[in-house]
């Protein structure tokens, strides 16, 4: 089943603002939008972000998220030591009728 | 607090069989979709399995239908994976996942077990 499209690796530096990219089709992304998982080295993933720009309680305000067409972006601003992991979308794919993920996005922070 | 705990991992031969199970507690268990999704060793996040909060519908990934089943005893607050026919690519960590309560969103994992390994070597 195909995934969806995100970069193997960004840095950026610390307390600058960092961009993930998530980028699927009308079926999955364009459709109901995705949520992102954040994953630290040795750890189960941790929900941030569903239907793009919701949070779960108790996920920082720094994490912010939105579509436009088909690519979904996770924005993280203010970058700390702690936000260096792999980053993950997900997605309903109404075409495959199954769930879909990223490849994943590992965020180095300088 | 809300919590999914894995078991039944281990190392298992090509073609062998395997049980994994998720306990679930503090919630409502009968009343949540619950997913298997797989990492791979050095890999990433794979969507394995879906079971309906009431076990009427399941899904599969193509990579393990008709080599895997999803069931649940809502009765135990239990899901479970049979896993047969297993290959070495089936090698993986093995995570429980909650579908999130978010209205008609679906692809929101919100809860999730610490994960069980299955290793699949001669």
């Known amino acids: 089943q195909a995934g969806l499209t995100q970069p193997p690796s960004v840095s950026q530096g610390l307390r600058q603002t960092a961009t993930l990219t998530c980028t699927g089709n009308?079926?999955?992304?364009?459709?109901?939008?995705a949520a992102w998982l954040q994953q630290h080295q040795g750890h189960p993933p941790k929900l941030l972000s569903y239907?793009?720009?919701n949070r779960p309680s108790g996920i920082s305000e720094r994490l912010s998220a939105s579509r436009s067409g088909n690519t979904a972006s996770l924005i993280i601003t203010g970058l700390q030591p702690e936000d260096e992991a792999d980053y993950y979308c997900s997605a309903w794919d109404s075409s495959l009728s199954a769930w879909v993920f990223g490849g994943g996005t590992k965020l180095t922070v300088l | 607090q809300v919590q999914l705990v894995e078991s039944g991992g281990g190392v298992v031969q090509p073609g062998g069989s395997l049980r994994l199970s998720c306990a679930a507690s503090a919630f409502t268990f009968s009343s949540y979709a619950m997913h298997w999704v797989r990492q791979a060793p050095g890999e990433g996040l794979e969507w394995v399995a879906f079971i309906q909060y009431d076990g009427r519908k399941e899904k599969y990934a193509n990579s393990v239908k008709g080599r895997f089943t999803i069931s649940r005893d809502n009765s135990r607050n239990t899901l479970y994976l049979q896993m047969s026919s297993l290959r070495a690519e089936d090698t993986a960590v093995y995570y429980c996942a909650r579908e999130g309560p978010y209205g008609d969103f679906r692809g929101a994992f919100d809860i999730w077990g610490q994960g069980t390994m299955v290793t699949v070597s001669s």
């Open positions: 009308s079926n999955n992304v364009g459709d109901q939008g």
């Open positions: 239907r793009n720009n």
